[in-house]
């Protein structure tokens, strides 16, 4: 199978104060914490979100492997809704000494260029500030991170900067070009 060369971009606030938290959506959008963890729901949003953008890492995972994950203190899933159906999540996951890292984040494409993706990352990195008060036993966040890629969205490095996330990192690595698995095989034809 061919290869295709992929930018990484790491990126960083150290700060709650670095923090720019985009305006609220017009119409009825909110942001609810799935607080059972479901392998089920969490594989749907993981599949619906990254399905066009060649999300793959996680497709093999067992529903054991996915309880497991969920499982952990510090891992959290807060998940957008638009009038009732959900539109996008980001998914945070506390680390060693105080460092939060928001490991997934984005929305259904039915749901993007709606200005409901600001709105989800201001909220799910505040929520990554503030993740040791929902988990006692936690260090307090001094650092929130992430990481974005070629292959997402073409206004997400946009999103993350205007959100107050600064680059730290840049990687360039080949990576096997896999077909775009739909949130279901055939979801999108070649």
């Not at 606030?13 to 909110?30: I, K, N, Y």
């Not at 492997?65 to 999540?89: C, F, I, K, N, S």
């Not at 993350?160 to 698995?181: A, H, I, N, S």
């Amino acid at each position: 199978m061919a290869s295709i060369p992929v930018t990484t971009w790491s990126l960083e606030q150290t700060s709650p104060s670095d923090l720019l938290p985009a305006a609220a959506p017009e119409g009825d959008v909110r942001i609810v914490r799935a607080e059972v963890p479901s392998p089920e729901f969490s594989r749907f949003l993981y599949a619906s979100v990254g399905g066009d953008i060649r999300w793959t890492d996680r497709l093999g995972w067992s529903y054991a492997r996915w309880q497991e994950y969920l499982d952990r203190p510090g891992v959290e899933t807060w998940v957008a809704y638009e009038r009732g159906t959900p539109a996008g999540y980001v998914e945070l996951e506390a680390q060693d000494d105080g460092v939060v890292e928001i490991v997934y984040f984005g929305l259904i494409p039915a749901f993007r260029g709606r200005r409901i993706g600001g709105h989800l990352l201001s909220y799910g990195t505040a929520r990554a500030w503030d993740l040791a008060e929902r988990w006692p036993g936690l260090a307090e966040t001094k650092r929130v991170w992430l990481h974005t890629c070629s292959k997402d969205g073409e206004f997400a490095m946009d999103n993350y900067q205007r959100r107050g996330f600064r680059l730290f990192d840049t990687k360039v690595e080949e990576e096997r070009d896999v077909p775009t698995p739909g949130p279901w095989p055939g979801a999108f034809p070649a």
